[in-house]
Nanobody, 119 residues
């Protein structure tokens, strides 16, 4: 079993920055892609950014140039640096990852962290 714990959400004014982190724990043998999703009230969950275990990144068009995803493979942690935040970035942010653990290959999700951007 794998657990993902996110931290770093909060309230920030438009134009500000926040940094999220997500640490994985458990009997993990390897980690493939990790990513961040978000879900705003009344909307579907959407992909924000993803990073492969080799460091290749991909971003939603809405966050390109403002958000940066990175990872520390040794610590099994993924980060999301969010700059120039906008009110439309307000959402619950979830991390996920594809893991090979003692229970086999599975995708796991964190519990979510609230990001609120005030105008």
């Amino acid at each position: 079993q794998v657990q993902l714990v996110e931290s770093g959400g909060g309230l920030v004014q438009a134009g500000g920055s926040l940094s999220l982190s997500c640490a994985a724990s458990g009997r993990i043998f390897s980690v493939n892609a990790m990513g961040w999703y978000r879900q705003a009230p009344g909307k579907q969950r959407e992909l924000v950014a993803v990073i492969t275990n080799g460091g290749t990144t991909s971003y939603a068009d809405s966050v390109k140039g403002r958000f940066t995803i990175s990872r520390d493979n040794a610590k099994k942690t993924v980060f999301l640096q969010m700059n120039s935040l906008k009110p439309e970035d307000t959402a619950v942010y979830y991390c996920n990852g594809d893991f090979y653990s003692d229970t086999g290959f599975s995708r796991y999700w964190g519990q979510g962290t609230q990001v609120t951007v005030s105008s």
